[in-house]
């Protein structure tokens, strides 16, 4: 059975939007365990927009499920992954203009920092996956830098259509084939619907779904519980 990952980020972005104490992505994160998602994902990023580290910390704490951490390379951030250890740290790039995480993080251009940072997560029993675009020697850097799990980054594909998107879906599957031969396990996210999901879910060797904001999206109209069940279904029709 494919896994889902949900991330509650949004939740925390309804909440910063007035500054106050609700909603809260820790109450998110119980629900979409008691729905069946396999993990939580939260990003703490350097600008604070969404989570906190008190979200993280508690998170970390009240959930049954893998946490992941999603993060740059930030020293601030790297501390305080260290110090809460979460099940797994995603290591994204991060920039402060950006509206969410565009693009993956270029892992060969920053290999060296890798080379410091993942044998430290790692030395504290953090599971490392590397969110990249889907092109070989992003897979091939991965491996060599010893990473547990890449998360190829949709993106693209969910952006365009036609034969640009199949091209960009064969892309994604060759990488998926290229990343398991190399023993790497194989998650994917990043602006998956309910709309576009199942050609993804169907890609080989595939562990993990990450997924985010059409979830939160769906769960203003339909509730938290019954976004995530959805979302399962569509992934994984054999469970309907
Ligand atoms: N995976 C990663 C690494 C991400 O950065 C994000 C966005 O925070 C997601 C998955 C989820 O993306 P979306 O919110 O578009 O579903």
């Known amino acids: 059975m494919l896994s889902l990952g949900v991330n509650v980020d949004h939740v925390a ?3 910063e939007a007035r500054k106050i104490d609700y909603p809260d992505p820790v109450q998110a994160a119980v629900v979409c365990e008691l729905a069946g ?3 939580i994902v939260a990003h703490l990023r ?8 008190r979200d993280i910390q508690l998170i970390k704490e009240v959930i049954h499920i893998k946490f992941n951490l999603e993060m740059a390379l930030s020293e601030e951030i790297i501390d305080i992954a260290l110090r ?14 950006e509206v969410t995480t565009e693009g993956g993080l270029d892992v060969v251009n920053v290999k060296n920092k890798l080379q410091e940072v993942i044998p430290r997560l790692k030395d504290k029993g953090i599971e490392v996956s590397l969110f990249i675009d889907p092109i070989s020697s992003q897979v091939e850097t991965s491996k060599e830098l010893e990473a547990d799990s890449i998360e190829l ?5 969910a952006n365009t259509t036609g034969p640009d998107r199949k091209e960009e879906q064969e892309k994604l599957r060759e990488m998926s084939v290229l990343a ?6 194989v998650h994917a996210g990043h602006g998956l619907n309910y709309w576009n999901v199942q050609p993804i879910a169907q890609l080989p060797h595939l ?3 990450n997924i985010g904001h059409s979830i939160i999206a769906r769960a203003v109209f339909v509730g938290l519980e019954r976004a995530v069940k959805e979302m399962l279904a569509l992934m994984n029709p054999a469970c309907r």
């Open 207 to 209: 562990e993990e779904l």
């Open 37 to 39: 998602a396999s993990s």
């Open 46 to 53: 350097e600008d604070r927009r969404h989570a906190k580290e």
């Open 13 to 15: 972005t309804l909440r």
């Open 84 to 97: 809460i250890k979460p099940d797994q740290v995603t290591l994204v790039p991060e920039r402060r203009e």
């Open 180 to 185: 398991h031969q190399l023993g790497l396990k």
């Open 153 to 157: 980054h949709t993106g693209r594909y």
